[in-house]
């Protein structure tokens, strides 16, 4: 069993930045697939960030270049650099670890303001 609990979320002007921290009960070099995913009201949950035990980094196009993830193994904790936030990545923002099955937390808010 993972249990991850997010934390770093607030509101933010467009064009500040934040960073998410997404603390494991589990030791995280081990887990195969670490990744930031985020839901707007009235919309799917969308994935921001993945990070594979091998190093490989992910993110869509609508991140890509402001958002970074990253992992910090001695700390069992994974981190989601944003910069020039935008207003429509207003959104709650969930850790996911996947190992052999999916586990989420409890997702934390952002909101950016124009």
């Known amino acids: 069993q993972v249990q991850l609990v997010e934390s770093g979320g607030g509101l933010v002007q467009a064009g500040g930045s934040l960073r998410l921290s997404c603390a494991a009960s589990?030791?995280?070099?081990?887990?195969?697939?670490m990744a930031w995913y985020r839901q707007a009201p009235g919309k799917q949950r969308e994935l921001v960030a993945a990070?594979?035990?091998?190093?490989?980094?992910n993110y869509p196009d609508s991140v890509k270049g402001r958002f970074t993830i990253s992992r910090d193994n001695a700390k069992n904790t994974v981190y989601l650099q944003m910069n020039s936030l935008k207003p429509e990545d207003t959104a709650v923002y969930y850790c996911?670890?996947?190992?052999?099955?999916?586990?989420w937390g409890q997702g934390t808010q952002v909101t950016v303001s124009s």
């Open positions: 996911n670890a996947n190992q052999f099955k999916n586990y």
């Open positions: 589990v030791r995280i070099f081990s887990i195969n697939l």
């Open positions: 990070s594979t035990i091998g190093g490989t980094t």
